[in-house]
């Protein structure tokens, strides 16, 4: 089993940042791509950012592109998730994952889930 816990979310005003951490213990962390996801109240869970296992190669959902970033440690086996010039529509429950295919944007790909933190933008 891989266990996942996040992090970092909060209250936020339009325009400002947080920074989210997930993290691993369980297995060979190294070994997973890493996702983060979110869900507002009413919608489906959605692709936000995923990280291979070295963190050199990305993808993200375009609705965050140009705001959000993902990296990972894997010597602390932590994922982050930097948002900057966070907007009203950005509030949900963020939500860690892990796969072991490549750069899924996919909910239905990811075998393990952390238990979200709330992220909450204020206009």
């Known amino acids: 089993q891989v266990q996942l816990v996040e992090s970092g979310g909060g209250l936020v005003q339009a325009g400002g940042s947080l920074r989210l951490a997930c993290a691993a213990s369980?297995?060979?962390?190294?070994?997973?791509?890493m996702g983060w996801f979110r869900q507002a109240p009413g919608k489906e869970r959605e692709f936000v950012a995923v990280?291979?296992?070295?963190?050199?190669?990305?993808n993200y959902a375009d609705s965050v592109k140009g705001r959000f970033t993902i990296s990972r440690d894997n010597a602390k086996s932590t994922v982050y998730l930097q948002m900057n010039s966070l907007k009203p529509e950005d509030t949900a429950v963020y939500y860690c994952?892990?796969?072991?295919?490549?750069?899924?944007?996919?909910?239905?790909?990811?075998?393990?889930w952390g238990q979200g933190t709330q992220v909450t933008v204020s206009s």
């Open positions: 994952a892990a796969t072991l295919q490549a750069l899924t944007t996919s909910r239905y790909t990811y075998n393990y």
């Open positions: 369980g297995r060979t962390f190294i070994n997973y791509y």
């Open positions: 990280v291979n296992w070295s963190g050199g190669n990305t």
